[in-house]
DNA sequence: CCTTTCTCTGACCATTTTTTCAGGGGATCG
DNA sequence: CGATCCCCTGAAAAAATGGTCAGAGAAAGG
């Protein structure tokens, strides 16, 4: 993705507008901002969106969403520098083959998904045992209200229960599978997704 | 400041919108989601921002800044750029029990074990699967030399090739047990231990 | 030179969004 | 009852915001 000067201005732009007002800017007040007219903006929002930097919805108001921020390597690692680990390389589980040699190191923001809209659960049970998430486990949840087929989901069910299993949607009704032979699937007409799994801690004790 | 029962479930509703969209609702998507006129929520919002709970500013579109937040105790814009997750509660992974209720934060760095001497390692392969610990996971190794019985440790072999298993010391040998009926333990006089496994961190794609 | 890319414009239209106006109904309390 | 909240309505005005159209200049590169 190749991003001319001006859209990298603009992104900027876009960021730090939405750090200090907490909603993303219009049009005018971006074109204001850079002494040009309305139409060049919308151009340049056109282009960032095909080069899949942004996202903007037909005629919303105040809705351009950043998806990929071109500084962001810098800035995280001040708030995050206590947190970065060497990567020693990688360990077979197998067979002993490889040894450990490379080296580089990686914090946990790059690791771990996080943002505004992640959160974690702690999961009870064994019912994710085959996906190997275990009872006590820690799933890292990105909000959502949509999922895909086979997507780990965390659900409500019409008895306001919550719920964490793969999502699969049927002729008519949705199924919860498990990943646990001992667990039938669940089938239901109407759910709620909250979020979607997307990642998992464990601590070992 | 006393807010009625419909101005505490729209703020609320303002958050969660907030959270799933990035930006704030209009009057419509509000009154849509109430399933009551534009006009009444544009009322209800008046008397919010007199309440000081909110701030809107005149004719700006999906603008509205939530000020104070009735369910949380108080942490606003403190958390942002921290590695700090809001933990929203169990859930149950066999059948659904628990709903999501609870409200907290937790640091991953009271979540993964930190220090200096702790390192990260990218596993290949399946012979720690009936631990839960699969292809592509990273582990969380804490330096050490010595382990004890049962734990899971980074080994180096004789020949220099590094390994993960749980770690036993038998009479005269030590015995490496991978946790996969399908690969027999590793027995060795000489090993040297490299480090335990205190966590697990996976990233679901 | 020609072509392409990037930047830009004014004018105008379409749509979304907020705001005002002019009310109605029900509940509670003195 | 009358006064006061709270919750609600449809219709329409008033902004604001987003989008389209038909161009233009300037720079870069073949």
Chains 1, 2 share one sequence.
Do not use: W
């Not at 190749?2 to 992104?11: A, G, V």
């Not at 929002?45 to 899949?52: P, S």
């Not at 083959?97 to 946990?108: H, K, V, W």
């Not at 306001?160 to 667990?183: H, I, V």
Request: glycine residues 6%.
């Amino acid at each position: 993705m190749f991003l001319t000067k001006k859209q990298l201005e603009i992104l900027r732009f876009l960021r730090s507008f939405r750090n200090e007002h907490a909603v993303s800017p219009t049009l005018d007040e971006i074109a204001e901002s850079f002494s040009v007219s309305r139409v060049t903006i919308f151009e340049h929002l056109k282009k960032l969106e095909e080069k899949g930097a942004i996202r903007k919805r037909k005629a919303y108001a105040r809705g351009i969403e950043i998806l990929h921020d071109p500084d962001l390597p810098e800035e995280r690692g001040k708030s995050v520098e206590t947190l970065e680990f060497p990567v020693l390389g990688r360990i077979r589980a197998g067979s002993p083959l490889e040894a450990i040699e490379d080296r580089e190191t990686i914090t946990l923001s790059e690791l771990i998904p996080h943002g505004q809209n992640n959160y974690l659960l702690r999961v009870v049970g064994d019912s994710m045992i085959e996906d190997h998430i275990q009872d006590g486990d820690f799933v890292i949840v990105e909000k959502r209200s949509v999922a895909n087929n086979g997507e780990m989901v965390v659900g409500i069910l019409e008895d306001n229960e919550a719920t964490l299993k793969r999502f699969f949607r049927e002729k008519g009704r949705f199924r919860l599978q498990p990943s646990n032979p001992n667990y039938p699937p669940i089938y239901t007409k109407t759910l709620e997704i909250r979020g979607v799994v997307v990642g998992v801690i464990r601590q070992i004790r």
